[in-house]
């Protein structure tokens, strides 16, 4: 699968995997000029996926800073900078910004005045952790990404190589939408873990924050 090129999810599908406004996602995407905010590619039908595993990672970047208090127009330069500075379009999903780019941030943090919703941790620290849940390449590229919102005893990434992108657990690979279809549909949390072969307690989890 082409991380850059092959759509794997919808926009509301990778809002709610990341847990930000579908609304702010949109805006993100429709930003269609020579440097959009975050890659998509024309949908089959309209529908359908457009957003492809790059886009998902530079959405999960952006998001990372709007948290930390980037305001819009902070998260625009941000994105410029960044790609300006690593010479890169997809510079906001490469390896390089969990290093360099975090100085980037910072920097520009330094000059907004940019103040941090966890007022006990510095900024860097604030940034650092949430891109360690980004898997990177031996060339830089992003491979994988763990959902943060799901704990590490119920492991949730998005992954291109299973579930075609859609999450899934990390350990057996059964996707997430399965197990919360299944549950959904009168299962008990007991029956749902025997059906895959899970921990109840994984299930539960899953389910708790799928839903």
Partial sequence: MDIYKTPMLTARETARCLQMPESTLDLWLADTGRDPLVHAVRPEKRGWPRVPFVGIIE?????????????????????????????????????????????????????????????????????????????????????????????????????PRFGWGAPVLAESKIPVESVVSLFRAGESIANVAEEFDLKADVVENVVRQAV
């Fill in 59 to 159: 959405a999960y970047v952006l998001r990372s800073l709007r948290e930390a208090g980037f305001s819009m127009g902070d998260i625009r330069r941000a994105s410029r900078l960044v790609r300006e500075e690593f010479k890169d379009p997809y510079a906001l999903a490469k390896r390089r910004i969990a290093t360099d780019g975090v100085k980037l941030f910072v920097r520009l943090a330094d000059e907004s005045i940019v103040h941090v919703r966890d007022h006990q941790r510095a900024f860097p620290e604030v940034i650092a952790e949430s891109l360690t849940y980004i898997t990177w390449s031996a060339e830089g590229a992003p491979e994988r990404l763990r959902l943060p919102q799901y704990p590490l005893d119920a492991e949730v990434i998005i992954d």
